[in-house]
């Protein structure tokens, strides 16, 4: 089960935050039917790009060979 304060990757494209399939983000919040969760994505600055809510099945853990990867966001 995915907990606050994990990373997690995208499974799929979010095109209305920018966001791509493959991204890396935050989990800021898991809501108590444990079906969503809000995450936050940030730039390689630290700033902030997004906050989503998502559903469980639009994300999955870091595995632990994964590494991280670099590209411009385009919102």
Known sequence: MIKEHE??????DV????????DVGTVIHVYADKKALEVEFL????????VETLEM??????G???ITHARERVA
């Not at 099945?57 to 870091?62: D, F």
């Open 7 to 12: 990373r997690v990757v995208l499974k799929s």
């Open 15 to 22: 095109a209305t935050a920018g966001l791509k399939a493959g």
């Open 43 to 50: 730039n390689l600055d630290g700033r902030t790009a997004a």
């Open 57 to 62: 099945s639009q994300v999955r853990p870091v």
């Open 64 to 66: 632990p060979r994964e």
